[in-house]
């Protein structure tokens, strides 16, 4: 059974940091973190692909650090500098296809189960 468990959320300050660890179990050519606040649409946040190439939203470059163990199966997301507009569930999610996209989420077909992050002003 393809599993994807997160951790790594919890609740901190304005500019503070969080590192957010998926292990999964099985490979995938492309992993990603999604998020998605109360009320809003689930957006993408980051993505890598197995050679290791990254890709961010516009709204989390330059805070936000995408990397992957693939030897451990685990996926991280290194979130420096958060904002109280970053308080969401964050999912972890994997695509068979390595030029997949976090601009179509359908082509992700396995979701974590979320860990929460909540960014206080």
């Known amino acids: 059974q393809v599993q994807l468990v997160e951790s790594g959320g919890g609740s901190v300050q304005s500019g503070g940091s969080l590192r957010l660890s998926c292990g999964y179990s099985y490979g995938f050519y492309y992993m990603a973190w999604f998020r998605q606040a109360p009320g809003k649409e689930r957006e993408g946040v980051a993505a890598?692909?197995?050679?290791?190439?990254?890709m961010y939203a516009d709204s989390v470059k330059g805070r936000f650090t995408i990397s992957q163990d693939t030897a451990k199966n685990m996926l991280y997301l290194q979130m420096d500098s958060l904002k109280a507009e970053d308080t969401a569930m964050y999912y972890c999610a994997a695509s068979g296809d390595f030029y997949a996209s976090i601009r179509r989420e359908a082509e992700f077909r396995y979701w974590g189960q979320g860990t929460q992050v909540t960014v206080s002003s």
């Open positions: 890598i692909n197995s050679a290791g190439r990254v």
